[in-house]
Nanobody, 116 residues
Framework: QVQLVESGGGLVQPGGSLTLSCAASRSISSRNMGWYRQAPGKERELVALINTGSTANYADSVRGRFTISRDNAKNTVYLQMTNLKPDDTAVYFC???????????WGQGTQVTVSS
């Protein structure tokens, strides 16, 4: 079973940047991988997706500000976040994604707080 560990979150000011990492315990090369976030009182939402060919898609709310990438040799997925806004505050998770839902157990997530 693949275990996922997210890291890199923290407290940043509006307009700041952070890069998140998602380390998998086994190979993820055959999986589309996504970054999700969940703010207090809100549903978890998909914000970025990268397929096995490294083609990326983004939610409208983050397009142009976030960049998802993957390094299959390191079993790791990254999320580069720039021009952060208070509405980006959430716990961020990664997971494999099929057309039907996520394919791994959720990790613990990493907290991103954007505030002055």
């Amino acid at each position: 079973q693949v275990q996922l560990v997210e890291s890199g979150g923290g407290l940043v000011q509006p307009g700041g940047s952070l890069t998140l990492s998602c380390a998998a315990s086994r190979s993820i090369s055959s999986r589309n991988m996504g970054w999700y976030r969940q703010a207090p009182g809100k549903e978890r939402e998909l914000v970025a997706l990268i397929n096995t060919g490294s083609t990326a898609n983004y939610a409208d709310s983050v397009r142009g500000r976030f960049t998802i990438s993957r390094d299959n040799a390191k079993n790791t997925v990254y999320l580069q976040m720039t021009n952060l806004k208070p509405d980006d505050t959430a716990v961020y998770f990664c997971n494999g994604k099929s057309n039907y839902g996520v394919v791994f157990s959720w990790g613990q997530g990493t907290q991103v707080t954007v505030s002055s």
